[in-house]
């Protein structure tokens, strides 16, 4: 999956970004392979780490990958409107260090 990547260094954020990518249909529809990361809509970051993401009705089944928690400069994570079953335990503390975390009513933690 790195391979329509170019090869140089990016940061931890920018890999979990990635994975994210790979995993969600609606993200992949939302960010092209030919587009930075750092540039995509609904993604914020402040000196290379994600501060912001907007996941808003874009999509996004299923359960979201645990990677996310290792965002740790995070601050706001919007979930809503989308076909989520479940979030990993990680989004937990997150919002534990102060990020405001926004999702659909029934959404379990993992």
Do not use: H
Not at 1 to 23: E, G
Not at 94 to 109: I, P, R, S, T, Y
């Amino acid at each position: 999956p790195w391979a329509p990547y170019p090869a140089r260094r990016v940061s931890d954020d920018v890999l979990v970004l990635r994975v994210l990518r790979a995993t969600s249909s609606g993200l992949r529809r939302r960010w092209p392979e030919f587009v930075e990361l750092e540039e995509s809509s609904g993604v914020s970051m402040k000196n290379g780490q994600v501060v912001v993401l907007m996941f808003y009705d874009v999509g996004l089944t299923g359960a979201i990958p645990a990677e996310v928690g290792r965002l740790t400069a995070l601050r706001e994570l919007i979930l809503d409107d989308n076909q989520l079953t479940s979030v990993p335990a990680a989004i937990s503390g997150l919002k534990a260090n102060g990020c405001d975390v926004e999702m659909d009513k029934g959404v379990k933690f993992k």
